[in-house]
């Protein structure tokens, strides 16, 4: 990913502020789902359901993750593109192990 680019500005958001609990490629924490392997959350969820989520994830459900009110349009932009772009470059090094 170019540096400035989308994707790599949603890289640094993610590691500054999701890695803590959630993994993508199943590296980062456990806390929160993986959000890469074996589907994308892009792959599953729309992507106005996902930013919806992240800004305050108790509309939708009880649990522990935190809203995120800072992150305006582009942080979210910017997080998507990142998944977007991982979604293509998945990894799983615990499936090698069980013949995947």
């Given at each position: 990913?170019?540096?400035?680019?989308?994707?790599?500005?949603?890289?640094?958001?993610?590691?500054a502020?999701?890695?803590?609990?959630?993994?993508?490629?199943?590296?980062?924490?456990?806390?929160?789902?993986?959000l890469?392997?074996?589907?994308?959350?892009?792959?599953?969820?729309?992507?106005?359901q996902?930013?919806?989520?992240?800004?305050?994830?108790?509309t939708?459900?009880?649990?522990?993750?935190?809203?995120?009110p800072?992150?305006?349009e582009?942080?979210?932009?910017?997080?998507?593109?990142?998944f977007?772009?991982?979604?293509?470059?998945?990894?799983?090094?615990?499936?090698?192990?069980?013949?995947?």
């Amino acid at each position: 990913m170019p540096e400035g680019a989308p994707a790599q500005v949603g890289f640094r958001l993610f590691r500054a502020e999701c890695l803590r609990c959630h993994a993508i490629n199943r590296e980062g924490g456990r806390v929160g789902p993986e959000l890469n392997v074996p589907q994308s959350i892009v792959e599953y969820r729309p992507e106005a359901q996902i930013r919806a989520y992240i800004k305050d994830p108790r509309t939708f459900r009880y649990g522990n993750m935190p809203a995120q009110p800072q992150l305006g349009e582009q942080d979210l932009d910017a997080l998507l593109a990142y998944f977007r772009a991982m979604s293509e470059r998945k990894h799983d090094p615990e499936a090698a192990g069980r013949g995947k």
